[in-house]
């Protein structure tokens, strides 16, 4: 597995859409363009498979050869996500039972069970003849597993007989599952394994620890059904790397639990380029790649890339202006990516996905989109292998856990209050302070970080209550918010005054809490100045803590509503209610500035800024992720990597522009 | 039956939730909080019976003791809300089914068939045994029924046997459904039994007269359902109380039917503490309780009161602001409650009640919420032995009938008309005009009182049009509403001009009319004033009324909208629209006035004064359920009951503070 | 059958509905009012055909001789679109099956499969019997088939089999079919005959050329039932005339198809009297019509005309206001009714359609309504003869084709375009500037026409752009708009530059396109006026054509949004984006005074102006449909056809009020 590779450029292509005709003038127009990479094969198990073990590859062949004489290296992605009409036919247990009841029936994509044996064995067996044709195939140097896996949150007989196993693997007993699930109330108890069911019908209004054990369950199913593709291809193929293409966070899916075995992460990056999500667009776009980045702790790669209007089954989006596209390719290097692979190269003509529109339109002449991408990969291809082994360094990380979300989901604890909005508002206030943040599992390490966000803590274990106050007191910065160290990991209430395992550490209690919604209270920081939050109000009892903010008025007016406590060698921030972000970057640019972290300024709307650093040095990356023309000020003259000529102090970007600067060590 | 007690608080506790480590402390801190009475069992049929016909006493034993050696009285709640799993595996009849045609299934509550003779058996069997065993328990003085009656809208096997025999003793042969429901309209006649069903898929097009008797017949599931347990109870335990908690209404099943065999009716009260509610959550409570009252037109308990906020599979709501849960509880007495039954002790950390708030947080540390509470404990003890047998007597009565809430439900009249907002509104205007009244059923006596409100009697039968009119020509005055007389008891249109059986008392015709929706029209009183008004607008023929309002623009412009009519002795008001409730306040204060009733006045927002007369005299309620300090001007000064010192003639009582004061007779 | 008749007035009759002794009375009324035409049998199957084979005549004879004997002339609805409980108890294969899987129970109506092959045997009888009986009668003119044909989205075994089939008729090989479907996409591709079944679950992201082939199977399913009927009564009755009600439009089935075996079209006319509604419904009713006529390019019949409010399983609409009827009915004839039928005689006092009122309440008291509805048959009497033969004679048409409609509602291509309210864009242009116009549908001969107007000529075939082409370079002048040529006729996206197949005859090549939705974008036209535009802007190449209007803004801005293109003896307008209508009215007044277009003006608000011309004279209906009094200036002074006096060339107009003047040759 050879992880190192230049930063490149690829295009997603499925030959079997098109007439072979056209494959030729298809593959040179790619390599003369400085498209590197092509993903093929997704979806195409109908012509590989054409009648059950009849397999045809002799197009493959063509194709993948084809590609190959032009240069271009090949990901195969598995076929899985679209089983064959005569394998759900001879197979019907294959497709998915809704909640409903319903069957999940073909003539979709998705429509397969993870757990049941037919798939299984199907996927094994196409994976397996797949795996071992272009094994050895000198243009294929890697795999993507399915695509973009999801829950079906299926209710099938098979998904009930492995959600059984997978409870009694974890609990053994029946008194063990309903102590720890607390199905006392409303007479919920299990007498009898049998009555262990997958929540058909779906209520909401269903034990919530049972309910985030059949989310982990779904997850594992996932992870166990792509375990054996992915032992399928290490074998066959011991040189070749494996991902898999993740869609927008938030999903329903574990993603950390399906990476575990990949090389690294994928991710497809679709920005809206809708003028009515141009204040936010970029910033949750920064938080997907941050989190794809998190996910391994690793560069990744985008597997598909933004190429022009998506749509089809809802209305089509706007199409992208003019350096719309070049600024996100770039936002997604400047963040971690070491490839973008564009979706796709044309515009399907037949089909499902014929808006979804490709680099290419239907007309199949190339226009303003596509020189737009052609430029892009000359500078890419420029700076490609300057970039090689380069990763961004952070001293500020936030902390992630699907399960959070999930249990939050469950339980939904005032309106608005939402854990992964919660999340881009403290990672927008970092982007524009500045401040380059890394986004991890609330189970990783620690080391090397000096501030640690922990928004909603809400299940959490003893492990993980260790670590953190390990790492305040040996010198960290700790910010806890509101909602945390409500539940344990059976999303079971702790009998304690909140936040719980971390109230030594916080030096707060919380006596009680208003879940003020949608409402708006007010805070006043210790200059006096007032800020607006929303969602939840904690009332704290200090034991140890200074207030940093207080509540401006409700019932608990002038009590505290931000706190600060000393642990140890460091500090622990406890954030009662849900600030408007103006606050929150008012304080990670005040605690930032006092531990005197990298970057920090003031930046304006749309610009981020970050850095890569490798064995060939430094690059600053400054995109302008507006339409509108901006000023920055560098510390600095430096030299600019794209064009080797000088730039700053004074910079002046246009809308959706891009600098990429050398930085001295 | 020892119907007359004191006043006196209680809680709801579920023993099997907790570590039995916890009862005893629990037991003694809501003895010495004031607590009298705890509502248990409700939910526990898996702990009472583990398994089939094995029951297991013990734990409720020592917990029933254990609250008793504490000096507290105890209503048990029967089980049968939830079946236990191994019941629904052994006799899967008992689930209901869905219009949809899926099955309801368990995992939740309410998960059962009123009309499954399974759950019928099995519910006599727990209820046998559960009555049995604590008819003699010292601690014991009564019962709750199930919890909430509701209709799950069930169109099973075993339903569509029980409503096929319940049409055929109603109407003997298929002719009469025919000619009765008027099935001749799109070829729907009847020509077999089998024919008969339960409405499947839950269409909207539907014959409205089958529709209706539907619906009756579900509430009848809903009595003979619960009559089995009644019957058994009182063979049992015939010095026991028996009751039902009823849910806000409106709700689907029809109530009066319920409580008929009940000793008294219980409500379960969770006034919203949202500041977005503060203007009309207070009044709709008071309406709440007046017609819980109403259902057995007699004092009623409260089995559930709010006690922090609720939420769960709903995000929650606002925490109940300081003095919130004392007015509230204050409320319910000064409007006929003769006990307030906490939800609950404590919040529970586990299933799917977490974040429905007791008394006491997770934590298990008393707070603010439960401090209030003990505060009111010791207030209401001090108080309830001098309110014991006392009542309100009120000289204004609003009708009601869930048949007309259903009917109009079934064909919407018009955007906007909704029959129990619009009784909202006018037991608001009388509120707010000092004017405590009573909300009764249609079919009940009318004697003592001075003004019937009736909205809205859209099905109208000869015996109701008959006490109407005998009680204005006896002197009454009686008010109609538009929509009135509209319907037979079959929901069948009469050939006849509107107000049809109504038109010769209130001396008015409906010569056509204007479903105005949510549009606004404007009428014009006699001295000139304007007022909005909208949903509805009868074009009236005025036969011998006279014009009290017409209408200020439209077509019919200058054509009555509201009109008086000498009837006998008394008076009969014709309201043709729907006004805002500034001009109903004006009307029932106008009309108060002629009629000298007590109490009127216009009173700031928020503020409500009922009055309990008994063995003890007079206490007058004076109750400020808004957040904004007020003045009230009384007409005396009075004891205080709550202090015994002197209070007025000027009262000022702050945000959600009480008054209680003694009137001499 | 003789289709040239006087104009006429009518009422829909439910004899079943009532008590017989109504009959003679009604009757006699009916006469007495001037009504003519009466529609009875619609629905009444269990009358006619009580129990399976056993037919009861009787009751209906005395209804048609009771109407006869008043010289009423009588159409005779066939009860299909209501199958008797007794016959769906016997076949319940009858019962549609919804996409969800579950049964589209009886006790509503459209309860029937059209593919069942029991509906079809038995519809066959009822109709023979029906026709056979009343084929001679002397008051019998003619017969409607069912009711208001919709799809169910039937998804039964019947519907799988006859989809199966008609696949198999249209392309012979499953090779034909994966090929011209593309199912390659997703795997999609079949390999047996059994894998083709209905849309099960109704997922969007299904194939878009299969679900426009499945709703071509629907409305030929609608067609072969039909058919049936059809080809009985032509047997039976052959004097008699054939007709099918059509509701509102859009609808899901194809109505050019459904027509094609009829007489004449008729059309279920319920214009929304709602204030709120005043600016649109006029002209959308205008289209309604126009679209009516242009099903058969012949004058069309009422055969439901709006008579009160309509209500029920929805809330009530406002009622119509004075004029209001009077105006609508004439506003049909003055667009080609020929007779107008009202819906219906006296509102329901039983049944589902209790509340949608008839030309008498409930209370059987002739009001308003009625009188307004005598006066009305009185006018159309004194007119009627004078009319007969007359059409209307435009130089303008809009072409229209259900199966547009549909293919966008499969892809939905921006927020906000929607075909059916863009066509009303065009014609209210059209209307409000003084512009008569035909819809037609796009397959129709173009002979005779200065202007066609094309919107969204998404699917286009080579037939269309060639006679499109054909009717420019004869001197026509056609107007284009974006999303034009996209698609063949298998609804798969074509290969070359937009507008496709007339980008010659356009001059214009789309470069590539903005899916604006629901922004606004501004265009500025030759004279510097700028106007808004929304959902769509095509980026244009010019390579013939000249700019007429130009982008304002966006990053396009200053390219041609409106461009004309001389071709041949003719020009063709292609619009590239959806300009507010206030830019269409002028861009229609520019082309239509070049053109000498007759009857040119700026009309005010709610006046509509259209020529009924035949043996007896031209007639100009002169109509305010707005509530408000108006004022016109006709350019000369007119003889009243409804009174003989002289009008013009001032007029003024009341609200609702109507003018009809004669125009001499």
Chains 1, 2, 3 share one sequence.
Not at 27 to 46: C, K, N, P, Q, T
Not at 235 to 251: E, G, L, R
Not at 586 to 612: F, H, M, S, Y
Request: proline share 6%; net charge negative.
């Amino acid at each position: 597995m050879k992880l190192s590779r230049p930063v490149q450029m690829g295009v997603d292509y499925y030959p079997e859409h098109w007439d072979p005709a056209l494959w030729e003038q298809d593959a040179r127009l790619m390599a003369d363009s400085g498209v590197r990479i092509v993903r093929v094969g997704e979806f195409a198990w109908s012509r590989m498979e054409p009648a059950d073990g009849q397999f045809d590859w002799e197009w493959l062949d063509q194709a993948l050869d084809t590609l190959h004489r032009n240069g271009l290296e090949i990901i195969i992605g598995t076929p899985t996500m679209t089983p064959p009409r005569w394998l759900t036919e001879k197979c019907p247990d294959i497709l998915p039972v809704l909640p409903s009841g319903q069957r999940y029936h073909e003539g979709v994509r998705g429509h397969r069970c993870y757990n049941s044996p037919s798939m299984r064995t199907y996927s094994a067996r196409i994976v397996q003849k797949l795996s071992e044709r272009y094994a050895k195939h000198p243009g294929v140097i890697g795999w993507q597993t399915d695509n973009e896996f999801s829950f079906t949150d299926c209710q099938c007989a098979a998904c009930e007989e492995a959600f059984r196993e997978w409870v009694r693997a974890r609990y053994s007993t029946l008194e063990q599952v309903n102590q720890l699930w607390g199905t006392v109330v409303w007479s919920g108890e299990y007498s009898d394994w049998e009555q262990i069911t997958p929540p058909y019908g779906g209520s909401t209004f269903q034990n919530p620890s049972y309910l985030l054990d059949y989310s982990r369950f779904q997850s594992d199913s996932i992870v166990a059904f792509q375990q054996i593709q992915v032992e399928i291809i290490r074998s066959n193929c011991p040189d070749h790397v494996i991902t898999h293409n993740f869609h927008s966070y938030p999903q329903k899916a574990d993603q950390y639990k399906i990476a575990k075995e990949l090389d690294f992460a994928s991710f497809d990056y679709y920005p809206n380029p809708s003028p009515n999500k141009t204040d936010t667009s970029p910033y949750s776009g920064a938080l997907s790649l941050d989190l794809t980045r998190g996910i391994k702790r690793r560069n990744f790669w985008i597997m598909e890339q933004l190429s022009g209007p998506p749509g089809c089954w809802f209305p089509m989006w706007r199409t992208p202006r003019p350096g719309f596209l070049r600024a996100h390719s770039w936002q997604t290097i400047a963040r971690g990516a070491d490839a973008v692979v564009h979706f796709r190269w044309r515009s399907a003509t037949v089909g499902a996905e014929q808006f979804w529109h490709g680099l290419i339109d239907h007309s199949n002449v190339p226009g303003r989109r596509f020189k737009e991408f052609q430029q892009l990969c000359n500078e890419v291809n420029r700076l490609g292998e300057r970039l090689q082994g380069s990763t961004l360094r952070n001293e500020v990380a936030i902390l992630h856990s699907h399960e959070q979300l999930y249990a939050l989901h469950i339980q939904p604890q005032s309106e608005g209050l939402d854990y992964y909005e919660n999340i881009k508002v403290w990672h927008r206030a970092l982007t524009k302070s500045g401040i380059s943040s890394d986004v991890i599992h609330s189970s990783e390490a620690l080391d090397g970080y000096k501030i640690i966000i922990a928004p909603h803590l809400y299940l959490l274990d003893e492990d993980t209550a260790e670590r953190l106050q390990a790492f305040a007191a040996a010198g960290g910065t700790l910010i806890l918010t509101h909602r945390s160290g409500v539940k344990d990991d059976h999303n079971v209430c702790v009998m304690a005054p909140l936040p719980g395992l971390l109230s030594a550490c916080s030096g707060v209690r919380v006596t009680e809490y208003d879940p003020v919604g949608g409402d708006t209270i007010m805070i006043r920081d210790d200059q006096g100045n007032s800020y607006a939050a929303s969602q939840w109000a904690d009332v704290l009892e200090l034991d140890t803590a200074q207030p940093v903010a207080v509540y401006a008025d409700q019932f608990y007016t002038e009590s505290a509503a931000v706190t600060r406590n000393h642990w140890g060698e460091g500090e622990v921030y406890y954030i009662g209610t849900q600030p408007e972000e103006a606050y929150l970057r008012k304080l990670v640019r005040t605690i930032g500035d006092q531990l005197q972290l990298a970057g920090i300024e003031a930046l304006p709307d749309g610009v981020q800024i970050t850095t890569r650093t490798g064995p060939n040095g430094s690059f600053r990356f400054i995109l302008n992720l507006s339409p509108e023309p901006v000023s920055i000020q560098l510390n600095a003259s430096y030299t600019s990597a794209l064009d080797g000529t000088a730039r700053g102090p004074h910079l002046q970007l246009d809308g959706y522009d891009v600098e990429i600067v050398e930085i001295k060590a």
